[in-house]
């Protein structure tokens, strides 16, 4: 117990820009939340497969350029959302936008799930309410 005191005293600033971190990354996950949630077309659910982006008509190189940033960032959100679980943050939720933003087989099957679930399907129509959007269509 002694030698876990003596630890945290030595990484004592590491502590304090985690926990900085920690309230900059939750503030912005508060701040872009409802504009996110308000970018989503009210039928984006609906289809079996998901649709292609607008991202599909770019250039290959913008296309991979910003599959490589936007998955950078996501692994950078789980890693961090792991390391929140045992410092000061919020991990969980952290550690859901990093895997709502990398892409994996099945993501689109799970993001319908997860959208499903009447409470959060009211949460989200909730914001996009108060952002003037339509409710979000589900089957």
């Known amino acids: 117990m002694n030698s876990l005191l003596v630890g945290v005293g030595d990484h004592q600033q590491l502590l304090v820009w985690a926990g900085i971190a920690s309230l ?12 996110l ?5 009210e039928d984006y659910f609906l289809p079996d497969k998901r649709q292609p982006t607008q ?5 290959p190189a913008v296309r991979l350029l910003t ?4 998955n950078m960032i996501g692994y950078g959100l789980i890693l961090a959302g792991i390391l929140m679980l045992f410092l000061p943050g919020q991990g969980i939720l952290t550690l859901v936008m990093g895997a709502l933003l990398i892409d994996y087989p099945g993501k689109f099957q799970l993001e319908r799930k997860i959208v499903k679930t009447p409470a959060i399907l009211s949460g989200l129509n ?3 309410r108060k952002a003037k ?3 979000l269509i589900t089957r």
């Open 24 to 35: 900059i990354v939750f503030i912005l996950s508060l701040l872009s939340l409802p504009w």
């Open 37 to 41: 949630v308000a970018q989503i077309p």
């Open 55 to 59: 991202w599909k008509d770019q250039h």
């Open 67 to 70: 599959l490589i940033g936007k």
């Open 126 to 128: 909730w914001l996009r």
């Open 133 to 135: 959007k339509p409710p």
